[in-house]
């Protein structure tokens, strides 16, 4: 069966990590491709949440090249990403759940992410704990 | 938007997506080199070509319907089950364990709710 991963990149990239990479692959191109339509076509109708939706794009694509390149440096930006993904999926589910008035249109984070089945409240704990499952691989290298 | 189509996809998808549950419970991975795999990467291409001609014909209804339907939205939500899957199933079948076949699942299973995303939004509810 599968032999043990022989370098952090490798570690990085294959067993749940290759699972974790394909998400976050679907949502990059599911935000960027929808918060691209929405501010083309009607920016105006709710800024605050088509901002932040682009925001959300920015921070998936930046968590999937790092993970993919799977360096010790880029892990750290990873984690640092998934940390930033966390704490807005917290501040925006919790805004948009006692503030509806300032989200006339869903983000990606609203409700915590429940248009998504929930996906981006679990994916950045998930991307977190990797990283630290698979930190023994870093001093190997 | 062709309904028939659009039902034969979901099937489709969720049949492929169950086959890769199955290789993911035996403990497989998405191997091509074994006729297993090989068969499901049959089954996966066959799929790609049916959201091609799903996009296909999308994009002509799309442009020909006189209802008004958030053009942009419906062409995204055609899009994206054609990139997603070979994508899927390209990094799928370079891991050497069972989480490849998981990829595949995952990957599959977006398609049924991206249909299902694009018939409410055919029908104006989007």
Redesign the interface.
């Known amino acids: 069966?599968?032999?043990p991963p022989a370098n952090l990149k490798e570690a990085t990239r294959?067993?749940?990590g290759?699972?974790l990479?394909?998400?976050y692959?679907?949502f990059v191109?599911?935000a960027t491709?929808?918060s691209a339509?929405q501010i083309?076509?009607h920016f105006g109708k709710a800024p605050l949440a088509y901002l932040l939706s682009a925001v959300a794009a920015v921070i998936y694509v930046v968590a999937l090249v790092c993970l993919v390149k799977g360096t010790k440096a880029s892990r750290r930006i990873a984690m640092i990403s998934c940390a930033v993904e966390l704490a807005g999926v917290l501040v925006v589910g919790t805004v948009s759940l006692f503030a509806p008035q300032l989200f006339p249109d869903a983000t990606v984070w609203s409700f915590y992410g429940r248009g998504y089945g929930f996906v981006p409240v679990v994916l950045p704990v998930l991307g977190l704990w990797w990283i630290r499952a698979t930190a023994k691989h870093e001093a190997a290298v | 938007m062709v309904d028939a189509l659009a039902t034969v996809l979901t099937y489709a998808s969720l049949a492929v997506a169950l086959w890769g549950v199955v290789l993911v419970v035996i403990?497989r991975?998405f191997a091509l080199n074994r006729p297993y795999g090989l068969a499901l990467a049959g089954a996966v291409l066959l799929l790609e070509l049916g959201l091609l001609v799903q996009m296909v014909a999308g994009l002509i209804n799309v442009f020909s319907t006189d209802r008004t339907v958030?053009t942009?939205?419906f062409i995204?939500y055609l899009?994206?089950p054609v990139?997603?899957v070979p994508?899927?199933a390209v990094?799928?079948a370079?891991?050497?364990?069972r989480?490849?076949s998981?990829?595949l699942v995952?990957?599959c299973l977006?398609v049924p709710v991206l249909i299902l995303r694009l018939r409410q939004i055919w029908d104006g509810h989007g």
């Open positions: 069966m599968a032999e294959s067993g749940p290759r699972l990479i394909a998400v692959g679907i191109i599911a491709a929808r339509v083309a076509t | 403990n991975r958030a942009g939205t995204g899009v994206g990139l997603i994508l899927a990094w799928a370079a891991e050497r364990s989480w490849g998981a990829v995952i990957g977006t």
